[in-house]
């Protein structure tokens, strides 16, 4: 019997329940509480938040952890357009005394003097918190502000990190952008991008369940940042099969060379999708979407 693909992607359509939400928001609100608690962190200007496909709201069931960013803005880490610009805003500013690995080793701390050593464990980029059945577990990481400059008036505001072992030697996201582009294009296609991206995201996970290569190497960040790029006009159905076969059709085309996704952005859109060093290849998004194609039977 053939599958009826309408009320999978119906079913994986569905957005977090409010118990999910609920035990996100706590994660969030223990980590802040902290931070609070700390002496060393308690006076610093610093923003907690949820971040990734939580925030985003394009989670799915296998997305069982939540990211949460720890933003000290008392240092920042800039980037300059040019000489010009810098060398008048080395004049304007000091080096500044609080380094990333002091705050980093502080949250370690106020980490474990919250939730005990047991439940902290340290990676290179994140701290991970175990869940138990108030919050979820949670990845936390450490982030100094990133200011990309235009100007010697005006910047972009972003997040960075250094890893414990410099592999790669910053990471800068922009999860601001990021999430205010995602709400504007989930407005734009009548609340429907967000849904497909977790029909994705869900069709994705299945297949590398079921041991399809190019599913295991499309990371779900991949698979956002891909129907973030299909243009509006492909979701402008009112069931989810045609919708879908639309949104991998244009996907399809438009990975076959580098000619027709080159300036396809994250959907920060302050990163280039294919250009930048990143876990995937544009050569490897088009195998995910031609095995995707495949796998639901679209002829």
């Known amino acids: 019997m053939a599958r009826d693909w309408e009320s999978v992607f119906s079913a994986w359509s569905q957005g977090p329940s409010k118990t999910e939400q609920e035990k996100v928001e706590n994660a969030e609100r223990q980590i ?3 931070i609070q608690a700390s002496p060393k962190l308690q006076n610093r200007d610093i923003t907690v938040f949820a971040q990734g496909s939580y925030r985003n709201r394009v989670n799915v069931r296998r997305d069982s952890d ?7 803005f008392d240092t920042f880490f800039p980037a300059y357009p ?24 502080e949250l370690e701390e106020a980490l474990v003097n919250r939730f005990g050593r047991e439940a902290v464990s340290r990676g290179s980029k994140s701290f991970d918190v175990k869940e138990n059945t108030y919050r979820v577990e949670s990845d936390v990481a450490a982030f100094f502000e990133h200011r990309r400059y235009t100007s010697t008036t005006s910047y972009l505001s972003g997040v960075e990190m250094i890893p414990d072992d410099l592999t790669p030697p ?7 952008q ?12 009548n609340r429907r991008y967000k849904r497909v991206v977790r029909i994705l995201k869900n069709l994705s996970n299945e297949m590398a369940s079921q041991g399809i290569a190019p599913a295991k190497e499309a990371p779900s960040f991949l698979v956002e940042c891909l129907v973030f790029n299909a243009s509006n006009v492909r979701f402008n159905y009112s069931s989810f099969k045609p919708m879908i076969r639309e949104v ?7 990975t076959l060379s580098d000619e027709a996704c080159s300036e396809w952005g ?4 302050l990163k280039y999708l294919f250009r930048t060093s990143q876990p995937w290849t544009r050569e490897s998004a088009h195998a995910f979407l031609s095995d995707a194609w495949d796998y639901i039977g679209y002829s």
């Open 32 to 34: 802040r509480q902290a």
């Open 66 to 72: 939540v990211d949460i960013g720890v933003l000290c």
């Open 82 to 105: 040019d000489d010009n610009v810098k060398a008048i805003l080395k004049e304007r500013f000091s080096d500044g005394e609080y380094t990333y690995s002091q705050f980093k080793n």
């Open 170 to 176: 910053r990471v800068r996201n922009w999860p601001e």
């Open 178 to 189: 990021h999430y205010s582009n995602g709400v504007a294009k989930n407005d734009a296609t």
């Open 248 to 254: 991998l059709a244009e996907l399809f085309n438009n």
């Open 266 to 269: 994250e959907v920060s859109e």
